[in-house]
Nanobody, 124 residues
């Protein structure tokens, strides 16, 4: 049974940092595309970062490039998102997700397994 459980969210001031974690089970994180997404109230869910298996190629949304870093520990089946220099517009529920596609992307519908989310709130 595929399961994804996020943690690490919280409330921070602008400029602060958090490290989001995602614990996976029921599949191999070393062979599947993994990604982080976020959804703010009243907005569509959007891709933030993705990590390709094998070569570890990363992709980032333009809005987070240079501030967010995606990484994983395959031995522990864990995915991470280091979020630095947070801005109020980063406030959202952040989700970890898994895609069965061979080509990884930030396209939401490519991801078929989702966690319950962890809330990030950034105050100015």
């Amino acid at each position: 049974q595929v399961q994804l459980v996020e943690s690490g969210g919280g409330s921070v001031q602008a400029g602060g940092s958090l490290r989001l974690s995602c614990q996976a089970s029921g599949f191999s994180t070393s062979t599947d595309c993994m990604g982080w997404f976020r959804q703010a109230p009243g907005k569509e869910r959007e891709g933030v970062a993705a990590l390709s298996p094998g070569d570890g190629t990363t992709q980032y949304a333009d809005s987070v490039k240079g501030r967010f870093t995606i990484s994983q520990d395959n031995a522990k089946k864990s995915l991470f998102l280091q979020v630095n220099n947070l801005k109020p517009e980063d406030t959202a529920m952040y989700y970890c997700a898994r895609s069965p596609y061979r080509v990884c992307s930030l396209i939401t519908y490519h991801y078929t397994s989702w966690g319950q989310g962890t809330q990030v709130t950034v105050s100015s």
